[in-house]
């Protein structure tokens, strides 16, 4: 089994992101994660665009699997997102990366594109190390 099979396995418990919204992961790496949400009439609001809350979750899932990979368990304490422009694809991509990985606390930047690579939106999210244990052990962390 790879190491993103593993994780998402593991993530398969995250089920409102993966489950009720339909959000896959797509890659990962050290402090990096990929995932995607095939968007669906479900995502979109009275209006047609796809809703804030959907927009949001994608990139939430991307920063709560890139920091807690080969980290202690890790939850989010503030975000912040700017929606840029509406989707006109119909896949969102939310791509996560860390600005600073310290010992109690990180920072990561998410960018939101849709397939057609429009710059959907932009979060920053702060996470807090909760605990001393790892949702994945570091030692199965081999990233090339």
Known sequence: MTLLEKIKEIYKQDRFA????????????????????????????????????????????????ASNIGAPETISTDSHIVFMNAAKGDTLYAEAECLKAGRRTCTFCIHVKDNLGINVAQMTMMGLRVSDNYIIDPAECQFN
Not at 32 to 43: F, G, L, N, Q, R
């Open 18 to 65: 993966t489950k009720v919204t339909g959000v896959e992961l797509v890659d990962v790496g050290k402090n990096y994660a990929k995932t995607k949400m095939v968007i669906s009439p479900d995502h979109r609001n009275v209006v047609g665009q796809v809703m804030g809350g959907a927009i949001f979750t994608v990139a939430d899932f991307a920063f709560a699997v």
